[in-house]
């Protein structure tokens, strides 16, 4: 066997973090498929103007397309998608990063820029859910 | 022969862009950031640089949906700026150099690094913030431009050591390039923050300056940082980092820092920028 620096579970260790793998890549490749179609003017208005219908012309699990519909962005991730191709649908409805990014939190969208803006959310007790830090 | 003569490390954050771009560079929120870039674009117009090879990420604009390159080496004349959901950004074309690239992808090759070679690709604001934030809003970027895109964001991504070995090996086929060519390396991206689930918003100011600080004489360290430490410590996307470490090692042994800026925030993100020159 090869010597490894870590076990890769200590992955699952880090508080509120899903790393994206290969297999995540995989899951969500018609999810990922659909959110790069937004990268055309003309998709975007085809989507905005039936979005469901939109939604049936890519091979995304039911479950991907209501987590769409919802713009729930925890659940996509769980899903296997990964944010880079997610804010293509936000970007698409004229959110901001920040919004985007801000709407996987507890936190309302003021409450999460006030955060930033004071300084980003600590890393003390963010590290580990195990060592509590 | 050609020669590195700086190297730059910048944060690409896309609000950066849309701020640049919606002439916000002004506004309270923004204009610190922009304050510290002014610096550099000075240093841009007298060292007039020909060439940049710009290690930064494709943020699923062109590439990591049906090919996750490890390292891609864009070989192409030209890269259009990408439509990345709301239009693409209102810049100019980014130029390419194929015969240097070409020289480069032979040799890096050849020293066992198996690279990606795009002949079309089109660039995010991954590689187009920070040709804004060093130039400025020109009619024409003043130097061509060799994208070499890094996965950062499939796990797992390169390590830390290994794109420091990439660096080194960009150095020595960068030097045996015959035209007389001015030639910086950039790594972009980070410094800290995470763009996903509960944790999003991280920023660990430690982590970024405790880097910024070891980048020119201790970057023993930084080149045995894992994976792991760099999703932990500085946030799931704040590996971007080991981009920095392929600018860095092309430099050489010794650096003089000319310059650095540290900002948080930028929207979700940490901006750090350092210049620094390779002393020989």
Redesign the interface.
Known sequence: MRTRLYSLEELDDIPGTTVFTAMRSRQAYHLHKFCMSLMEAGNRDKFRLDERAYLDGFRMSDEQKQAVLDRDFNQLIELGGNIYFLVKLSNTDGWSAQRAVGSMTDMTPDEYAAMMRAGGRPIKGNRSIRGKN | MARITAGIGSSHV??IG?AFDHGKTQDPYWKPVFEGYEWVKEFQRKEDPDVVILCYND???AL??DV?PTFALGCAEEFAP??????ARPVPMVMGDPVLAGHLAEQLVIDNFDLTLMNHLDVDHGLTVPLSLMFGKVEQWPVRVIPLAINV???PTPSAERCWQLGAAIADAVQSYPAGLNVQIWGTGGM?H??????????????DNAFLDKLSNQTDDLRKI?R?EF???SG??GIELIMWLIMRAALGDKVEELHRFYH??A??T?VGHIVLRPVR
């Open positions: 896309p609000a849309a943020h699923a604009s990591m949906l996750v990408a439509d990345e959901g709301w239009g964001t499939q796990f800290s995470q763009l996903q689930g509960p944790r999003a918003g991280l920023i660990n100011p430690e982590f894992s792991l999703l932990r410590e799931s996307e948080v925030p929207s979700n940490a």
